[in-house]
């Protein structure tokens, strides 16, 4: 264990059940912004004012704040090569205030994507501080990353507003600087947000809309509240909406939203785009249901669907895996670009070519809404700690919905193409320090498999349990690995390092071979050899001479404390052929798993 994380037991803000410990705090932020667009330049304009809340034991000296936007500033570092014309001078910045005083300008410092404020008075523990600051930025056209205008007058707004940076115990500020491929770490916030568009403009966001009432004509109104109460897929918005133009009230409408207890506030706008809406009762205690939605352009032939697809996944996560009840109000799919990216209730998703495609990206993307949103992970750090279990939780629930589906095999094929290769490290190594080949493999297969691996291991009773344990013990906090290690261990009731240590500490790779086949007073004896590091269980084909199959399986906890198991078989004098491993089992060698008989 690290000394830096050490630290924190030692502070006991953290402890080696995995529960938070008695000294555990967490600060967190409440935001007021309000924001309009410029179609015509594509210019965010806003203001916001953040209350800041020092939970922590400590005299704070400074804010950090997140300016995303400049990762399209002239000079600033990136992960990849952007278009020459995304390239611009940044987010332009006005006066910063402190509890209403103006900032003196040489007490800021901005540096890469973030700002930093020197405070003229320490903040103290448990009280707290206003910040207000003016910026505005031009939307990107050309290069988005994860936020950009895809149409003319649709953008997906997200990464926008000065954000401040999280204050944690292991830490203190975290001052990573946004490059493109890592992704994000937020504290639980609070927001209210007003977004003045043009008329026809549509606004969906983060969190719950309060005044329909004032934005949206009768026709449409009593539609979007027709959908908050059944199972059915209503179409707000058609082709035939946008064409008499009629939808909103006034020529510039305020839309107003809230939303508590978040991690972060994206939004999207358009005055073109199709809208349905739909709901799904998410705990049968309360009632509660989650408004679940697709806003997308009319020639996205997948998106039709989307609502739909968004309704049953949301009730499968409720109610399998996790298991716990959507945590959200809302949450609405966006039809934008890139490969799928995830922000509170509202996702950024491409169309796609297939069914199961959509139903995947769909899918994926609401897993991120418990794991990094509810749970609070640092992604930056420990990206596997969200999109392993984004991969893995979308097994099951991509098969139901789409029964074509085949992530599960999908993932074993990926991981195995790539486990032990030079690029190739393992999950403990932190997602900030990697760039390129080495990111994907430890972020989402590599994890993606040690998750289901666990399951087959735990069985499905324990492991959901253990899964829950650690979802309500950190939501709204901030879980490190050991935290996730210590309470699976403890809800296991064993000492699971003879799993984590190879699967995310080690370098290695899945490899299990048939070292050889004996025969001892008329039984067959089959030696299976561990010959990578990696543990993953075993299955042994037998293939006999009339055409018939025997399975045998062996737990991946034979591996404990041994690298060569024997197995075996009985009098088996009809047996062909022996083959080990299977589909659902990762092995990055398969020239050692057949044995032929000699008769």
Request: proline residues 6%.
């Amino acid at each position: 264990m690290p000394v830096d994380i050490q630290q924190a037991y030692l502070d006991g803000t953290r402890s080696y059940t995995g529960v938070p410990g008695e000294n555990y705090w967490v600060n967190k932020s409440k935001y007021k912004i309000t924001a309009t667009i410029d179609p015509a330049t594509k210019k965010l304009s806003g203001e916001e004012t953040i209350t800041y809340f020092n939970n922590s034991p400590d005299n704070i000296n400074k804010i950090v704040l997140r300016l995303y936007p400049d990762i399209y500033k002239k000079g600033n570092e990136r992960d990849f090569p952007i278009s020459p014309n995304a390239v611009n001078d940044g987010v332009d910045i006005g006066k910063i205030f402190i509890n209403g005083k103006e900032l003196n300008q040489l007490n800021i410092q901005r540096n890469g994507t973030n700002i930093t404020v020197f405070l003229e008075e320490k903040l103290l523990p448990e009280s707290k501080i206003d910040l207000t600051i003016n910026w505005s930025f031009i939307i990107p056209e050309v290069s988005p990353v994860r936020m950009g205008a895809y149409e003319p007058t649709s953008y997906f707004v997200a990464l926008w507003y000065p954000q401040i940076a999280v204050y944690d115990d292991i830490t203190g500020w975290n001052t990573f600087t946004y490059t493109g491929q890592q992704e994000f770490y937020n504290d639980a916030n609070d927001y209210e947000v007003e977004i003045t568009m043009p008329k026809e403009f549509i606004v969906w966001a983060t969190g719950v809309l309060t005044n329909a009432e004032e934005v949206l004509n009768e026709k449409y109104l009593e539609k979007y509240n027709d959908a908050q109460e059944t199972n059915e897929v209503i179409n707000i918005i058609n082709k035939a909406d946008r064409e008499e133009k009629e939808i909103t009230k006034n020529e510039n409408n305020t839309w107003k939203f809230k939303a508590r207890y978040v991690p972060d506030f994206a939004f999207a706008v358009s005055d073109t785009y199709l809208w349905d809406l739909t709901s799904i009762e998410v705990d049968e205690n309360t009632g509660r249901r989650v408004l679940t939605g697709a806003a997308y352009n009319k020639t996205a032939e997948d998106f039709y669907e989307v609502a739909a697809i968004t309704r049953d996944a949301v009730k499968y996560l409720s109610t399998d895996l996790p298991g716990i009840p959507y945590p959200y109000p809302t949450a609405t799919i966006f039809n934008g670009g890139g490969s799928g990216m995830e922000f509170p209730m509202l996702i950024n998703d491409p169309e796609k070519s297939t069914r199961s495609e959509t139903v995947g990206v769909t899918v994926h993307e609401l897993v991120h809404q418990y794991l990094p949103f509810y749970t609070g992970v640092n992604e930056t750090k420990y990206a596997w700690m969200d999109e392993g279990w984004a991969r893995m939780l979308q097994f099951d629930i991509q098969k139901k919905i789409e029964p074509s589906s085949n992530r599960r095999i999908e993932t074993v094929l990926d991981y195995s193409n790539t486990s032990g290769r030079e690029y190739e490290v393992p999950p403990m190594v932190l997602s900030s320090s990697l760039k390129g080949n080495s990111y994907r493999p430890m972020a989402y297969t590599r994890p993606a498999m040690a998750y289901q691996e666990l399951r087959n291991y735990l069985g499905d009773e324990k492991f959901k349990s253990a899964l829950q344990e650690y979802i309500n013990r950190w939501h709204g906090k901030h879980p490190i690995p050991y935290d996730f290690f210590f309470t699976f261990n403890e809800i296991a009731g064993e000492d699971l390092s003879w799993f984590w240590n190879p699967w995310f500490f080690e370098f290695g790779y899945p490899d299990l071979g048939i070292k050889e086949v004996n025969k001892e007073n008329d039984n067959i004896i089959v030696v299976v050899e561990k010959v990578g590091n990696i543990p993953v269980p075993v299955l042994i084909k037998l293939h006999y001479l009339n055409g018939e199959e025997k399975i045998i399986k062996e737990s991946i906890d034979v591996w404990k404390n041994s690298s060569e198991i024997k197995i075996n078989l009985g009098n088996e004098t009809q047996v062909e052929r022996i083959q080990l491993g299977g589909i659902e089992i990762p092995d990055v060698n398969s020239n050692n798993n057949y044995y032929v008989i000699q008769k």
